[in-house]
């Protein structure tokens, strides 16, 4: 039950005229726990997951569909990450035949704990995987999925199977491991024009976004 669930988390239901509305990370992270206990699982990341739709990035996401190859898409990611969130950094790094998709969380000042939730991060990374399996036509090779916490005490077979690789934890950063030579793959999707536009719109809601008077 959804407006149950937001709620019993303390969540206004959303406007849905507002594509810019946000919520708190920490009420981010009670939903994901709210919704596993709610169903007696471990693995609502990975439903959000494959729910995804582009319209979910607002403009990102169309302009991550224009993009010509998966890495551009990434990069696009990486440049405009805070149109989605300002909790951690994000970035690309190619290493020998990998391109890694690093995202550096940010911590809290007080305690130095991270400010999002491994169920979160697991929600994000699973999400990121999903929309590259949707622009790619043929089978995502991913390598490897590194996550900066501890193994829980439970089964986590169910991130091995999403993700079909092998999952780490206890890592330094979270990130993904895809194959360079298919991030390099042109997109059948891919369209110059389209995303001159989408860059245009970019910049105008980072320019919103990045807004530091008080209110925003």
Known sequence: DGPRA???????????RDLEARI??????????????????????????????????????????????????LQRIAKYKQILSNSSEMSLIEDNENLIFNMALFTRQQDNRKILSREVVETWLATLVQFSRELLDSELALKKVFLSYPKPQYDTHYLNDYFQCDVEFDADTSMLVFDLAQANVPLLSGNPQVNQMHEKLLTELLGR???DDLTN
């Open 6 to 16: 937001l709620q019993a988390c303390g969540i206004e239901a959303p406007n849905s």
């Open 24 to 73: 708190s990370s920490d009420k981010f992270n009670t939903l994901i726990d709210y919704c596993n206990q709610a169903l007696g699982s471990h693995d609502f990341s990975i439903q959000v997951a494959k729910q995804f739709q582009p319209s979910m990035f607002h403009v990102l996401g169309y302009a991550m569909m224009s993009s010509s190859s998966l890495k551009e898409a």
């Open 209 to 211: 976004v990045n807004k």
